[in-house]
C-alpha cells in the first residue's frame, strides 16, 4: 500500500497509510497528519486520489504548500516526492499494490531512525513552548508560591514544624533525617519522602507509613491535607502560604 | 548494609562495535554507565571519556575539598549529590571539546547514568536516556525521566506511554553529555534499604525488557551478577537491536542475621 512519511528534521515522526479517503494535513488535532506548530495552518492541505493518481491540494493555507522545494496549488505526486508544510516534510512512498502477492515481496519500511541523534536548544524550546504556555494559563495564580510543610501531631520528634526543602526528606532516627524521630526501636530510615516535578512522594523506609489511615504499597503522591503516620508519629502534610 | 555488584555489556545482536561504557569502583562505591554516539567508533570514544572524568573527579574531591565544582549547583540536594553533577558538567566540557577539536569526532557525545553510595544515601545523576531503576518491596519503580523526546512528550501529556514505546523516534535525545559546551544534569538523592536492588542500564536493556521482566529477573536471580548476565540475556533474546548494558547493585545487610533476613522475607512477600 502506499503511504506518506511525516518527518522533521530527518526523522520520521509517522506513516500514514493512503486510502481511499483524503488525508488532511494541520494544526488542528482532528486532521489525519497533525502538524503542531504555528507556521502550519489549522486545515493546511489534503492528498487524495484522484482517477488513479495521488494529487496534493493546499487548502488556501497562510505560509504555503510546497512540492520539491515549489510552492503548489495543487500537484500530482509521484514516488519519492516530498511536501514541504512549515518545517516538517512528507513524503510520498508509493508501492503498486497489483504486482504485490504477499508480505514477503512488501517493500521494505522506511528507514529507521537508528543512530541516536539531539535536539539542539532552539529545537528543544520550539516543541515545548506551546506546552509550557497552556500549563501556565491553566495556573490560577502563578506568583503565589506554596511552601509543603509537615506538622507534628503526635509523637516524639525534634520538632514540631518542618518545611521540605530539599529532594529527600528522610523520617526516621538517623542523623541524615530532616524529620528526627526518637525512641528505642524506631528504624534510622523508617520511610522517606521525595519531590518530584509533579509533587512530593511518600514511601517507605524500614517501616510501612499509613496516608489517611491505610498502608501505602508503592510511592504515594501526597495531598494538601494527608495524614501521615510513620510508627507512633502522626504528621500532617500541608501546602502553606 | 554492604553492596553487591554485579555488572555486563554486550554488543546486542545487530550492531557491530559497543558504544557502551561503564566502571565501578567499589572503593568509592560509585557506579557509571554511558551510552554513546556518533557513530564510526566515535561512540565509544565519547562514552569511555565521560566515565574516566566522572570517575577521576570524584576520586579527586574524596581526596581534596578544594577541588572545584562545575555547574551550577542544585540547592535542593546534598553537597555529594552535587559533587556527582560537577563531574558530569566536567564531563560535559570534556567530550565537547574533543569533539570540537577533530573534526572526525565531530557531533559525538554520550548518555550517562550516575549512582553513588554513602551510607544509606544513593545520589544519583543523569543526562539522556540511560536509566536507574528501584527494586524495593517487590516493586519496579524508575528513578529517571528520560531526556528523550517522546518521554518527554509523554511528560507534558501529548503522547501517551503506549504510542511512546511505538514510535520510531525514541533515538532521539533532548539532553546528552558532550553535545553542547553547557548540559543540564538531572539529580536526586534517594535513602537506600536493605533488600534494595539498584539497575542502571543502556537504552539496549529497557528497549528490550519490560518492567515486568525487569522485576521478576532481579526478584529471582542468586546474585547481582547472576541478575546483570540474565538480564543481557534477556535483550538478546528479545531481538538485541541495541548494544545493552547493565549494572545491577543488591543492598544487603553488613552480616545478614536471622532477624534482618525475615525482614527481607517480610517484605517481599507482603
Redesign the interface.
Known sequence: MSRLVLQFEGAVLKEIPLGTRPVTIGRAPDNDIPIDNLAVSNYHARVYVEAGSLVVEDLNSLNGSFLNDIRVERAMLKDGDAILIGKHHIFVDQVHDAAVPADGLRKAPAPRVNETMVLDTRERREMFEQAVAAGERSQLSPDRVRVPTLTVLRGRTDQKEYRLAGKLTVIGRSEMATVRLRGWFTPSIAAQINKHEDGYYLGRGDLVPKVNGIEIGALTKLNDGDLIEVGRVRLNFLYRD | MRIEAGARTDLGRVRKNNEDCYQIVPALNLYVLS?G?G?EAHGEVASTLAVQTIMAHCEQAENSRATPTFGEP?P???ERTNRLASAIHLANRKVFEMAGANPGHKGM?ATIVAAWIE???LSLAHVGDSRAYLL??G?L?QLT?DHS?VA?KV????LTPQEADAS?????????VG??ENVEVDA????L?VGDSLLLCSDGLSRMVTDPEIASTLLTSTSAQNAADRLVDLANENGGVDNVSVIVLRILPKQESVLDRL?IWKRNSG
Do not use: C, F
Open positions: 551510552d554516539m557513530g542544585h535542593d540536594v546534598s557525545g551510607g544509606q544515601r524495593r518491596a516493586s519503580e525521566a523526546l518527554e511528560r507534558i501529556g501529548i520510531e523516534l525514541q533515538s532521539v535525545l533532548t539532553r546528552a553535545t553542547n536526586d538523592e534517594q535513602m534499604l525482614k
